[in-house]
Nanobody, 115 residues
Framework: QVQLVESGGGLVQPGGSLKLSCAAS????????MGWYREGPGNQRESVAV????????KYADAVKGRFTLSTDSAKKIVFLQMNSLKPEDTAVYYC????????WGQGTQVTVSS
C-alpha cells in the first residue's frame, strides 16, 4: 500500500512564502510523475506543477510560473513545492500526486493566503 504524507501548509500573508513537502512510502516502483495539484474554493482540482522523471521536465501552471518551484529527491521519494510571492487566489487545498503507472494522492494540505 502506498502512502503520501504531506506537510507545510498554513496561513500566510500575501507576498509571503510557504514550502510544501510530500513523502511517498510503501510499495511504489519506478516513479513516472511527481507533482502538486490544488482545489480552490468552488473550483475543480487543477495541476500546479508536475515533474516527469524520465525527461527531467517540470510543467507549471501559467498562474504560478516564476513564483512556485518544484523539486524532488527521487531516491527518498520526496517532492517539494516552494511557493513564493503568494496571492489570495493561491488559497486552496494542495494535493501531492505520484504515479508509477497507478495514480496516488495525498490527503491534502490547506494553504490560505490572507491578510
Amino acid at each position: 500500500q502506498v502512502q503520501l504524507v504531506e506537510s507545510g501548509g498554513g496561513l500566510v500573508q500575501p507576498g509571503g512564502s510557504l514550502k510544501l513537502s510530500c513523502a511517498a512510502s510503501g510499495s511504489i516502483s519506478s516513479i513516472y510523475f511527481m507533482g502538486w495539484y490544488r482545489e480552490g474554493p468552488g473550483n475543480q482540482r487543477e495541476s500546479v506543477a508536475v515533474h516527469m522523471t524520465s525527461g527531467n521536465v517540470t510543467k507549471y501552471a501559467d498562474a504560478v510560473k516564476g513564483r512556485f518551484t518544484l523539486s524532488t529527491d527521487s531516491a527518498k521519494k520526496i517532492v517539494f513545492l516552494q511557493m513564493n510571492s503568494l496571492k489570495p487566489e493561491d488559497t486552496a487545498v494542495y494535493y501531492c500526486y505520484v504515479s508509477d503507472g497507478y495514480d496516488y494522492w495525498g490527503q491534502g494540505t490547506q494553504v490560505t493566503v490572507s491578510s
